[in-house]
């Protein structure tokens, strides 16, 4: 394909500026506001500072198989850009920031236009490039490309996100993994969102990115600016301004052509040659020479992306741009917030030869280059074929996992985990191959050592155990070549869900699914919240297994205990959380989780739980190092479906009962002993076992709203196994959590409710003791049940 000219790139620079500005604009003051009045918002001179940058890497640079994350705050330039290109639509502008509009930052799950990766929370996109880059030479060295070109991992990168410290953690696990095809390219207006960046910081970045490996290109100048410097004088210019503090620098781009030139007379009044140059300018011209920084450069950009893709390299682009650059914003220290005004978007508009009336024409103002124009997108790499989502088949998934078994019938949840995962690792299937495991520094306490034992480290090159070289006894066997399967990370738990995104997306990036499963300390749930929510906002797939859980890490201390990340499992949107008790309650639940990673048919109305599993999402499983005693029993198709729905009868309750315990997790033999003792005194007793709290208040949920929009028969797993169950009936709820993770269980019918569960921290002694100084004891319980609902004391009460 024949590259762009120089200038049809300007006319589409100038036409995504106009439309970007003016979906801005229409947003805050023309459209009808809601009742509150608050101004809808958007970015107007941070994305104008982009425009140019995007130009050049979407219309002469990328190709269909290169991916990009666009800062948060150039989205509406994102969106002029796939208007022009007819993937996005003008009723869609026109709602942009509304309810089902163009979304204000990208959304892979909600926008209509191709976004690669979404944005918002500032950095993550920035990292996510760099470990998706990782993923595809995963794909690639697995020999599962299918012919299909490597693409660049790219990200544009706002300068004020450089201080995301998540981005610092991703560039060690880059350097660690022999990184390629990823660029960050930065666009450098020295302006944060409440501030003018520090002086010299780029410096600093400049040696870091330096000793970690990267190319970087420093973009100061544009080609306006080199052949003024080359005049006599011009040396002397060009330090001038390479030392002019940020903030003086904004503050005369904004200022305009007179305070320019007032400026640098007073500071070249003894240069003569300088002064001669000055003389040559006229103020538009004075004004275009001050303004024509690197990213503002078409030419200089061009050049410098196709340096950098003739190697694969990670790379550095520093471009130095103006906040509002082309805006009447422009340079002011407030305009991150600010809003160009009726007269200001006029004088925009004149000056782009934009009618009123007309201004979401795609070529209003430049009608007669519009077939060229047209063409020419139509023939860009980028766009040539439409939207670039790949695709995947779903992994075959065996009808049941093997069930771990214990010499002494004792098991934890995490053992029974590792061991499920080593004898899926045993077996030559599809499954196997496709599963991809990762762990930050925790891979063999999380009982994962037996997986990687069979399965190994991957690396891009090959590197023996030299601990079994030098005949050192050891349990584990981890070779590290192309052909592993788990990757090992540095103690950072936000690169986890960063990676666990990339993996989780590989299907839809690099047209081959992965089946990812991420092992951590669950009490880090919380270290990488945000990551984590980041990977399931994208729609990214894998299985979480945080482990240990509750007071079972360290019962003597709060720093290792997690009381409240069940209600993050139950919080979080497009996840399940599970805590099961047994090991085949386990196998149940990973065998049905690497099914559920992989639907995505869309919602299912009429599903009989009221659970949209259909449209699938990511698994997060709650294990513990307690070890509980097991017992054999057939797992019939009910007794499992009714493990995924969340919960099913140990011990199923008469339609006179007088109390349920409930319980989740690792307390169950706490739960069973008191149903026991008070077995003698109270006539019948339900003890419901709780494998998801979180599945069970959604088909609750969903089951009420269904009612609400007519379907009035819509029923919930949790109301069918209360059905015929006397409503007066106390529930006593217990859980290694915090207690509000099952209390909600007494709204189903109204019942009385009593909740059990670690709520403080600091205790000391054995985890059996812990449970009792909370009243998780047997005495505990049947106390609670007295006090709740029978009213008269247990013979058996301990």
Request: with cysteine.
């Amino acid at each position: 394909m024949s590259k762009p000219s120089l200038e049809s790139l300007k006319t589409i620079e100038s036409r995504i500026l106009w439309l970007a500005s003016w979906t801005i604009h229409n947003a805050n003051h023309l459209r009808e506001k809601d009742e509150t009045g608050v101004k809808v918002g958007g970015h107007q001179a941070s994305s104008a500072s982009m425009a140019t940058i995007m130009t050049a890497l979407y219309f002469a640079c990328l190709k269909p198989e290169d991916r990009v994350a666009v800062k948060p705050h150039a989205s509406p330039i994102f969106h002029a850009i796939q208007y022009l290109a007819g993937q996005q639509t003008r009723e869609k502008l026109e709602n942009f920031r509304g309810f089902g509009g163009a979304q204000s930052y990208p959304s892979r799950t909600k926008d209509i236009d191709d976004v690669d990766f979404s944005t918002g929370s500032v950095g993550l996109g920035v990292a996510q490039t760099l470990f998706s880059s990782l993923v595809q030479d995963y794909v690639t060295h697995h020999g599962l490309m299918a012919g299909r070109s490597e693409g660049r991992m790219i990200s544009l990168v706002g300068d004020a996100e450089m201080d995301e410290g998540n981005i610092y953690e991703a560039l060690i696990e880059g350097w660690k993994h022999d990184l390629r095809n990823c660029w960050w390219i930065v666009d450098y207006n020295r302006q944060s969102l409440d501030a003018v960046v520090h002086e010299g910081l780029f410096e600093k970045f400049e040696g870091m990115f330096r000793s970690f490996g990267w190319d970087v290109v420093t973009l100061r100048h544009g080609r306006i600016q080199a052949e003024i410097f080359a005049r006599e004088g011009g040396d002397a210019l060009r330090l001038w301004i390479e030392q002019c503090p940020n903030q003086l620098y904004s503050a005369l781009i904004f200022q305009g052509a007179e305070a320019w030139r007032d400026r640098l007379q007073t500071d070249f009044a003894d240069n003569p040659d300088v002064l001669k140059i000055l003389d040559q300018l006229d103020d538009d011209r004075l004004e275009e020479f001050m303004g024509n920084l690197g990213g503002h450069d078409l030419p200089s950009l061009t050049e410098a992306f196709a340096r950098a893709s003739q190697h694969d390299r990670p790379t550095l682009f520093i471009c130095y741009t103006i906040k509002g650059h082309g805006l009447p914003l422009a340079g002011h220290k407030d305009n991150h917030a600010g809003l160009m005004t009726p007269k200001q978007i006029d004088v925009l508009r004149q000056r782009l030869n934009v009618r009123e009336g007309h201004e979401w024409e795609k070529w209003e103002g430049v009608e007669d280059k519009q077939p060229l124009l047209e063409t020419l997108i139509e023939n860009t790499a980028f766009f040539a074929n439409g939207h670039r989502r790949l695709a995947s088949p779903k992994i075959a998934v065996p009808e049941q996992l093997p069930v771990p078994k214990a010499k002494n019938n004792m098991l934890s949840t995490q053992m029974a985990f590792g061991n499920i995962m080593h004898d899926i690792a045993k077996e030559s299937t599809e499954l196997a191959d496709r599963i991809v495991t990762t762990s930050p520094d925790v891979t063999v306490s999380t009982n994962l050592g037996g997986w990687v034992n069979r399965r190994g480290i991957f690396a891009r090159n090959e590197a023996a155990d030299l601990f079994r070289d030098q005949k050192i006894p050891s349990t584990f066997k981890w070779d590290s070549s192309p052909a592993g399967q788990h990757i090992e990370l540095g103690i950072a738990e936000s690169n986890l869900f960063l990676l666990l995104s990339a993996l989780g997306l590989s299907h839809a990036i690099n047209g081959e699914r992965l089946l990812p499963v991420g092992t951590v300390y669950d009490p880090f749930i919380y270290r990488a919240a945000d990551q984590m929510n980041y990977a399931c906002y994208q729609d990214s797939r894998f299985m979480i297994v945080a482990t240990p859980s509750g007071v079972s890490l360290a019962p003597e201390g709060g720093a290792h205990q997690s009381i409240g990340t069940p209600l993050v499992g139950m919080a979080q949107d497009r996840l399940a959380y599970f805590e099961p008790a047994f090991a085949d309650e386990l196998a149940v639940i990973m065998r049905f989780g690497f099914a559920f990673m992989q639907n995505d048919d869309g919602p299912n109305a009429e599903s009989s739980n009221c659970l949209d599993d259909e449209a699938g999402g990511s698994i997060y499983l709650r294990l513990s190092t307690r070890p509980i005693e097991q017992f054999e029993r057939q797992m019939t198709p009910a007794l499992q479906s009714s493990i995924i729905d969340g919960g099913y009868w140990l011990r199923e309750p008469g339609p006179n009962t007088e109390v349920i315990i409930a319980y989740t997790g690792t307390l169950a033999p706490e739960a069973i002993e008191a149903v026991g003792r008070m077995g003698e005194d109270v006539r019948d007793i339900g003890l419901l076992s709780i494998t998801s709290a979180d599945r069970l208040l959604a088909g609750f949920s969903a089951a009420q709203k269904r009612r609400q929009n007519g379907s009035v028969h819509a029923r919930s797993h949790i109301e069918k196994l209360f059905d015929g169950i006397n409503s007066h009936a106390g529930i006593v709820t217990i859980c290694d959590a915090h207690p509000t993770t099952l209390a909600w269980l007494g709204s189903v019918k109204g019942n009385r409710t009593r909740a059990l569960g670690v709520e403080k921290f600091g205790q000391t002694g054995s985890i059996a003791e812990l449970y009792r100084s909370y009243g998780i004891d047997t005495h505990g319980i049947m106390q609670a049940v007295q006090e709740l609902s029978i009213g008269r004391p247990f013979r058996n009460m301990p």
